[in-house]
């Protein structure tokens, strides 16, 4: 398995809701990232985890958290976004930082 | 802060030409560079990378040049074929820090 899975691939969230996107690999990687994407931008560092272990947070507000439950999985926990976080949410995952990076196809989130 | 961007936003070009995508980063310490193609509702995927170590790196119709003097990045790509229709990413990294440039949006005309 050579791949990083995002779900959902779609998804549309009111402001005072709560949800998750997932983020799963079986490469054995042990770096794992999430970036936000707008529209015709390059994507932009979230959070990143070595060893399940938060190494990296870019200053992401508080509404945005991240979970590491095992060394496959990977969590983005939302609560009471707003309009403007509407993006396309990329986990990726690396053998180690930073070599072999790969990137889930993403979810699309919609903020409404 | 520093950051990495690109010269051209857009480029066309014809099918089977040669094409040229350019990349320049601001942070000297950055030891390794990956081109990346992000198709429409996909996510990036990896073309090619490149260490500091290194000048030059040849793939499989692909050829990423590095001039550490004045910090420029290139990716080449032979035979430019309707397929290769994207936006490209250079990436540098320092630290496990990896970050994007503003990308170019490749157009292959038939």
């Known amino acids: ?112 | 802060g520093e950051s990495v961007g690109l010269h051209l936003p857009t480029l066309s070009v014809q099918e089977g030409d040669n094409s040229i995508i350019n990349c320049a980063y601001s942070n000297s310490a950055s030891d390794y560079f990956i081109w990346y193609k992000q198709e429409s509702g996909k996510g990036p995927q990896f073309i090619i990378d490149i260490r500091s170590n290194m000048d030059k790196r040849q793939g499989q119709r692909v050829t990423v040049l590095l001039n550490k003097t004045v910090k420029h990045l290139s990716l080449q790509i032979a035979a430019t074929q309707p397929g290769d229709s994207a936006v490209y990413f250079c990436a540098e990294n320092f630290l496990g820090d990896m970050r994007f440039g503003a990308g170019t949006r490749l157009t292959v005309k038939p």
């Open chain 1, 1 to 112: 398995d050579t791949e990083v899975t995002q779900t959902p691939k779609h998804l549309v969230m009111g402001m005072t809701n709560k949800k998750s996107l997932k983020c799963e690999q079986h490469m054995g990687h042990r770096a794992m990232y999430w970036y936000k994407q707008k529209a015709k931008k390059p994507p932009e560092l979230m959070f990143v985890y070595s060893y399940e272990k938060l190494s990296i947070n870019e200053s992401v507000p508080s509404r945005f958290s991240p979970e590491c439950p095992n060394s496959s999985l990977l969590n983005l926990h939302l609560h009471a976004l707003q309009p403007e976080d509407s993006a396309l949410y990329l986990c990726a995952s690396s053998q180690e930082t930073p070599y072999g990076y790969t990137f889930g196809s993403g979810t699309r989130l919609t903020v409404v």
